[in-house]
């Protein structure tokens, strides 16, 4: 299991006059699903980009556990919002592409492991057999997450993964993403930008506002798990919740 830390981070990105992040202390722990969301340019990408290890800060260090991150690996999923599949690849191939790079299973053994975690987010041998470009958004998206869950890194990072499709869609998977998380032996950390409160209450352990670079809220989200979306959004606490955080997001504190 993978704590990630944020210690004393501060990152000025060339040319700029501006600091995008400012003194930001930041613990996501172990087994937790953790959503950064606040107004457009507040440094939710720029703060998940450095755990992704993209972008190095300034001054500060950001770790998973006791290591400093100090580039890209593969104890780090990623999902980002239009889709990280490589569009040359059909989408058994994506799948079977990524797990070669961590695995030394005969081919057969991983092509098999392929066609089951596909099978298990809903992409039917035909879907299997089609180029990424031929899929919905929302499909592209269960490919996406279906390869972050085979790859078995420990954290996984999520750019506004599911702000590009339907509300449906959206719901749909969400719901995949916590099925997954839930039947997890290990449960993945998990750090989620997004712009939709309804969707960060429902998948996250907390919710962490960023304004102007900075930590402006940090709430806990006490629903249990599982969770079902038409029963937490008839509670008193989930009304209350939403309100803050749509303060602190606007500003008015
Ligand atoms: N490559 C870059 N060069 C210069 N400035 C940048 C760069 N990337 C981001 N910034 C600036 O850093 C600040 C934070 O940007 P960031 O993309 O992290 O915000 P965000 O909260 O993810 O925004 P959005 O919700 O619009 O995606 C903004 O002021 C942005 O303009």
Request: hydrophobic share 40%.
């Amino acid at each position: 299991m993978s704590t990630i830390l944020f210690e004393d981070i501060n990152v000025k990105y060339d040319k700029t006059e501006q600091y995008a992040l400012k003194n930001l202390n930041l613990t996501i722990q172990a087994g937790q699903i953790v959503s950064l969301i606040g107004p457009s340019g507040c440094g939710k990408s720029t703060t998940l980009n450095l755990a992704s290890g993209l972008l190095t800060p300034t001054s500060g260090a950001v770790k998973i556990n006791d290591s400093e991150i100090t580039g890209p690996g593969l104890d780090r999923g990623v999902v980002f919002q239009n889709y990280s599949l490589f569009p040359w690849m059909t989408v058994l191939e994506n799948i079977t592409f990524a797990l070669k790079q961590k695995s030394k299973e005969p081919k057969e053994v991983i092509t098999k492991k392929a066609i089951q975690i596909l099978e298990k987010v809903g992409l039917d041998e035909k879907a299997q057999k089609s180029f990424p470009s031929a899929l919905s958004g929302g499909m592209q998206q269960r490919v996406a997450i279906a390869r972050m869950f085979i790859l078995d890194a420990p954290v996984f990072l999520m750019d506004e993964p599911f702000s590009a499709v339907d509300e449906i869609t959206r719901n749909q998977l969400q719901d995949l993403l916590l099925n997954l998380w839930e039947e997890g032996e290990t449960k993945k950390t998990v750090l989620v930008v997004t712009h939709n409160i309804d969707e960060a209450i429902f998948l996250s352990d907390r919710v962490v506002v960023l304004h102007d670079g900075q930590i402006q809220e940090d709430l806990a989200i006490p629903f249990k798990r599982p969770r079902n979306r038409f029963n937490i959004d008839q509670e008193e606490e989930y009304t209350k919740i939403r309100r803050e955080l749509l303060k602190a997001i606007s500003g008015e504190y």
